[in-house]
């Protein structure tokens, strides 16, 4: 890694794999950016597809492609901040889309605030179809106090490289990756900034991470694992991260698994009341399975 870098530049980093079928439009959002001064450095993750095919045959000078074998999309962010050399690092996803603006924006944020580390908004599309706005309720600005880190997309995410130099994308978290960096960032004292625009479209298919509920439950063990003050520091987060647990808890029950069971034990740990701990016990002892309201 490099002593000195870029005072301007943004090092843009996509981790990809099997991509092929998407990563080109993805490419082609970063490079119409307004914003100019950049690197884009493509992590191909062991990819058995056409990716390489793809990303070798736009020609632009700007892109670095690095392949590695298959180590998870934290190792690939990770290998890519090794390699980069701007003073700026910002994420993108293989198969979303950024408007033109996006940087720009963000740029403008980090030269007008003491900001760390700038955020927008996703655009939430499903099977073709507009969802919401996600974080919902965006205010402008420091998040201080720090509330809610929940709906923050990592291909959202532009930072200051000095908070990368200390904190790093933890490759054991299975999902909620970027939640468990800004814990991590906030815990040590890096500032926040929301700019509530949805300045990125993110697509969720059939194969998303959002719909792995045993990645779910890895992630939400983890969480607590390395933060034990996690409940009591963030009362607003604990309940939802209980929420999405008794969620899945549903849905895997719905598919006829007995796991359902650990959903509940975990949810029952982030929201620690007599209701979710009876519901464990009933579960267990054949009284209890969660169902959908209506």
């Given amino acids: ?69 298959n180590s998870g999309a934290c190792a690939a962010r990770n290998n890519g ?22 940087l720009e924006k963000q740029m403008c944020v980090f030269n007008n605030s003491v900001a760390d580390i700038v955020f927008c908004g996703l655009n939430r599309y499903e099977k073709g179809k507009s969802v919401q706005l996600v974080p919902q309720n ?18 959202t995410l532009v930072f200051k490289r000095d908070v990368l130099n200390h904190i790093r994308f933890d490759e054991k978290m299975l999902r909620f990756q970027e939640f468990e960096l800004l814990i991590n960032s906030t815990e040590k004292g890096y500032k926040i900034f929301c700019l509530d625009e949805g300045l990125v479209d993110y697509y969720i298919g059939d194969d998303s991470i959002s719909k792995n509920y045993e990645r779910l439950l890895s992630a939400s063990r983890r969480i607590i694992e390395k933060y034990p003050f996690f409940c009591k520091k963030y009362p607003k987060m604990k309940k939802t991260m209980a929420a999405v647990l008794f969620d899945a808890a549903i849905s895997v029950c719905e598919r006829g698994e007995l796991s359902y069971k650990q959903y509940l034990i975990m949810s029952a740990k982030y929201q620690k009341n007599i209701k979710n701990i009876m519901k464990v016990i009933f579960s267990y002892i054949g009284l209890y399975k969660p169902k959908r309201k209506g």
């Avoid at 990563?23 to 191909?44: A, R």
């Avoid at 901040?81 to 996006?102: L, P, Q, R």
């Avoid at 600005?141 to 990592?154: K, N």
């Fill in 138 to 155: 965006m205010q402008k600005g420091i998040l201080s106090p720090v509330q809610d880190l929940f709906g923050i997309g990592t291909q």
């Fill in 1 to 69: 890694m490099k002593d000195e870098f870029d005072a301007g530049m943004v090092s843009i980093i996509i981790p990809t794999f099997n991509r092929g079928s998407t990563i080109k439009e993805s490419i082609q959002s970063v490079l119409t950016q307004t914003y100019t001064n950049f690197e884009l450095i493509i992590v191909d993750d062991g990819s058995t597809d056409n990716t390489r095919e793809v990303v070798l045959s736009i020609d632009d000078n700007r892109i670095r492609y690095i392949y590695q074998n």
């Fill in 81 to 102: 901040i090794d390699n980069s050399v701007g003073a700026f690092i910002a994420f993108h996803d293989s198969d979303d889309i950024w408007h033109e603006d996006k």
